[in-house]
């Protein structure tokens, strides 16, 4: 993502870190525009007379935080009209500062620890809190537009509920491999990010709703197509075959391509490209941990079916990785696309966390793919993701994360767990009621892996729990099968989150499909209204009928009856 500020390039996170630290504390105590609120293109401020104390509180009132938000606020909201009416700008300012000291803090002490397994997971936290600043400045950016329309709204609230879910992902990580103590100043420092870019959220979902008309109802609802995002172009590779394909490299691990590994296409591929980069991967079993990073934007990687052409790795957290490094294939850059390759964890279900597939790309597809691992197969971290005719198989809360997705056409096959173990097919992490996240599972065959047929009776398989608070998903128009547990949910903890969770049904099919005996939660739904759940499809959940199209993948972006 593109700053609008012309703020320098951070370079490398941790390599040189001193010199990173240094141009990072300039840039942080250097003036970025929150003293006022008159704003030019440049992010500077005129100074005016500020509001009184009634006048924040009634901006803040909506907040998740109203006192952070009130004492982070008050110092650089003025009375005029036109300083109410961009009282966004300034809390989103608020929260880049803070997220530029969280940076310097967490940089220092990757240099400073000399724990391995703390090193590791503040490692993540740098490159969390890097993806953020971007974020926050490209939020900034579309803010400051002269025109702001329901689109410009919903990429703001994209953006900022993703910034949310990072600085989450960072906590959770150095509590995964600490007890928290020695790392108190760094996790209170994320803190502070995530509570300031909650208080955006919530003050830019406030105000949309004041002015905002809701989204018209999908009028084609049978219309099968891909998101509008997926161009014409995309659309055409999409429903190719590899071979039809003209691919800008080839990866052949036989060594008859350019490049024999994944991970040497991808660092060849040009930074922050606008136009579409095809990797063709020919059949075979490639042995790699691969990284897309944030700069390498629309890549198509294409390989020759979810059989016959596989990334694997075997990074789990009983080894000393974090759940989000041990991905076997990670990828942050925007409009990512993957089809007819399969990302594999061979870690197995003693080793407890193993993620196949990490995404925290925006606008990014999946067609025909394979995910499979046992726990924490697929972590759809954050952002806007679509998945079309994939298999997805695992054990436990195997379909996890806080992105706004919709697992469309895809077989999802849960397998046989660890001794005494559940299954969980999601763990939906939403951790702020303003986030536009959540799971959805459209059109979709859920059934028993071959492993797991024979013995389902012992090994209880639900269709969800809540990881976070605010966790959010639904099944709409699927088939379950009795593999299914008559109850449908499972607790995480006790009667967390079972009043603040959104978890739906609707118009299932199948033996595992009926609700007579589902969980009394409140937060439970047998959605019974079209209206209701046309929310969760591809058209409203992930705006699929703005991006979707430009690339070329087919996609029913309502209902399907």
Not at 302 to 322: F, L, P, Q, W
Not at 377 to 404: K, M, P, W
Request: glycine share 6%; proline share 3%.
């Amino acid at each position: 993502m593109e700053s609008c500020f012309s703020m320098q390039n951070m370079g490398s996170l941790i390599q040189s870190s001193g010199a990173a630290i240094a141009l990072v504390v300039m840039i942080m105590c250097a003036p970025i525009g929150i003293n006022a609120v008159s704003t030019s293109r440049e992010g500077n401020v005129e100074a005016q007379e500020l509001v009184d104390a009634a006048e924040v509180e009634s901006v803040c009132s909506s907040t998740l935080y109203p006192e952070s938000c009130m004492a982070s606020l008050s110092p650089y909201l003025t009375s005029s009209s036109k300083a109410k009416n961009e009282v966004r700008h300034i809390a989103v300012m608020v929260a880049m500062k803070e997220a530029n000291r969280a940076f310097v803090h967490a940089s220092a002490f990757f240099n400073q620890t000399n724990n391995r397994n703390v090193k590791i997971a503040v490692g993540d936290c740098v490159g969390l809190i890097d993806i953020t600043k971007d974020q926050l400045s490209s939020s900034l950016c579309v803010l400051k537009r002269d025109e702001i329309g329901a689109r410009e709204h919903s990429e703001v609230k994209t953006l900022l509920s993703a910034a949310i879910t990072n600085m989450e992902t960072c906590h959770d990580g150095v509590l995964e491999k600490s007890d928290g103590k020695s790392e108190a100043g760094l996790l209170k420092s994320v803190e502070r990010v995530k509570v300031f870019a909650s208080n955006c959220l919530a003050i830019l979902v406030n105000s949309e709703s004041n002015w905002v008309d809701k989204l018209a109802l999908p009028s084609e609802p049978f219309k099968e197509e891909f998101p509008w995002w997926v161009s014409v172009a995309d659309r055409r590779i999409l429903q190719a075959s590899a071979n039809e394909v003209n691919a800008d490299v080839v990866v052949a691990a036989d060594g008859s391509g350019k490049f024999k590994t994944i991970t040497e296409a991808i660092n060849a591929a040009p930074a922050k490209s606008n136009k579409r980069y095809v990797i063709k991967v020919k059949k075979g079993t490639y042995k790699e941990n691969v990284e897309v990073g944030k700069t390498k934007t629309n890549i198509l990687l294409i390989g020759e079916g979810m059989d016959s052409t596989i990334v694997t790795a075997s990074k789990n957290v009983i080894d000393g990785s974090t759940t989000f490094k041990s991905a076997t294939f990670a990828v942050v850059g925007k409009g990512f696309m993957a089809q007819d390759i399969a990302f594999v964890n061979t870690a197995g279900p003693d080793k407890h966390q193993a993620v196949a597939l990490r995404v925290g790309s925006d606008q990014s597809v999946f067609y025909r793919c394979k995910i499979q691992a046992y726990q924490d197969t697929l972590y759809t971290h954050s952002l806007r993701q679509f998945y079309r005719e994939c298999t997805i198989l695992g054990t436990v809360d195997f379909i996890f994360g806080n992105s706004a997705v919709v697992l469309q056409s895809c077989t999802v096959l849960p397998r046989k767990p660890g001794q005494n173990q559940k299954n969980a097919i999601t763990a939906q992490g939403r951790t702020d009621p303003n986030q536009n996240t959540g799971i959805s599972i459209h059109n979709c065959i859920i059934r028993a892996d071959s492993d797991l047929a024979p013995v389902q009776r012992s090994f209880p398989t639900y269709l969800g729990r809540p990881w976070k608070e605010y966790s959010r998903t639904v099944y709409m128009q699927s088939s379950l099968s009795d593999v299914i547990n008559p109850a449908g949910w499972l607790e995480w903890s006790g009667d967390f989150a079972l009043k603040t969770l959104y978890y739906g049904e609707y118009k299932n099919t199948g033996a595992g499909s009926a609700t007579g005996n589902r969980v009394k939660w409140a937060g439970f739904h047998v959605i019974q209204s079209s209206a209701e759940a046309t929310k969760f499809t591809v058209d409203e959940l992930i705006q699929g009928n703005e991006w979707l199209q430009a690339y070329g993948v087919d996609f029913i972006d309502g209902l399907t009856s």
